[in-house]
């Protein structure tokens, strides 16, 4: 069966930087878009970031020029690389192949 498990989560400082990993099993994984979604306490789950089979990717406007998404397909895995990080980017982050969903990863901007 398909898994995706995050990881890469943590406590960070305003203006710090993490990077989410996603290890994908169970697909054949350069076929799938990618994609990052992150859900904060009490608000609706938002797409953050994707990367499509063929290089393609989309920002949300809220992350466009602070964060990156690349993936390894030698190693199943797909990354989001988030710089000056922000309080309000405080959530936690999902990977989504399709249908297919990770248990998250929290993270946490806070000084």
């Known amino acids: 069966q398909v898994q995706l498990v995050e990881s890469g989560g943590g406590l960070v400082q305003p203006g710090g930087s993490l990077r989410l990993s996603c290890a994908a099993s169970?697909?054949?994984?350069?076929?799938?878009?990618m994609s990052w979604y992150r859900q904060a306490p009490g608000k609706e789950r938002e797409s953050v970031a994707s990367?499509?089979?063929?290089?393609?990717?989309y920002f949300a406007p809220s992350v466009k020029g602070r964060f990156t998404i690349f993936r390894d397909n030698a190693k199943n895995t797909v990354y989001l690389q988030m710089n000056s990080l922000k309080p309000e980017d405080t959530a936690m982050y999902y990977c989504?192949?399709?249908?297919?969903w990770g248990q998250g990863t929290q993270v946490i901007v806070s000084s």
């Open positions: 989504k192949a399709n249908d297919y």
């Open positions: 169970g697909l054949t994984f350069s076929r799938y878009s």
């Open positions: 990367l499509s089979a063929i290089g393609i990717t």
